[in-house]
């Protein structure tokens, strides 16, 4: 494998790359218990975005762990995660935004992973209507046996990472979360490291 690229990306960054069939991203949790929200696009067709619920019916799991293969909107394998020291990552709590930080928390005019990935989507001529809902890496979202749910502490470790393989070309693109009123980044948002590698 070549090295493309390997960045730190600040705790509240973003990040996006063009990944090409076989290229590697590595995601690094460098602090531990860092979520981070990931939204991925075929390049050739960015309107066939990841699709959470074809992910968890064709993996037949809400959460995603080694093995597991993100699926589009068509129904295509966009990446699959290859290697993962955590073993658990969520699918269905979505990204935190000024609006909802508001409601839950009362909290007014601070940064979130949506106002992130406006940003970052801009760089790839792709608006706010192209934000779906997103996988959490690191990110601990327990649902009980009523149906119950919350953000809890994450599982991950310092140096705890996931790995995604590219299954065809796609635009991956990032929030390093900075949720401070939730476990969802500690209540302390921490770097990551990013680590590109092509086949």
């Not at 993962?84 to 609006?99: A, F, P, Q, Y």
């Not at 508001?102 to 192209?130: I, M, Q, T």
């Amino acid at each position: 494998m070549t090295r493309l690229l390997r960045r730190t990306i600040d705790a509240g960054g973003r990040f996006s790359a063009r990944l090409q069939t076989g290229d590697l991203m590595r995601i690094v949790d460098l602090k531990g218990q860092q979520a981070v929200d990931f939204l991925a696009y075929s390049a050739e067709l960015p309107v066939d975005r990841y699709n959470a619920a074809n992910t968890m019916k064709m993996n037949g799991s809400i959460y995603l762990g080694k093995d597991t293969k993100l699926y589009s909107e068509r129904a295509q394998v966009l990446l699959t995660i290859v290697d993962d020291t955590v073993g658990r990552h969520d699918t269905i709590g979505g990204c935190c935004s000024l609006w909802s930080n508001v409601a839950r928390y009362g909290v007014k005019d601070s940064h979130a992973c949506h106002a992130n990935f406006v940003a970052e989507l801009a760089c790839w001529s792709l608006s706010p209507a192209d934000i779906v809902a997103n996988v959490n890496f690191f990110m601990n979202v327990p649902v009980r046996a009523d149906g119950a749910m919350a953000i809890e502490a994450g599982l991950s470790k310092p140096g705890d990472y996931v790995e995604l393989r590219a299954e065809m070309p796609v635009i991956a693109v990032l929030s390093n979360c900075p949720q401070r009123n939730n476990p969802a980044a500690g209540f302390g948002p921490t770097p990551i490291e990013v680590i590109l590698r092509q086949a």
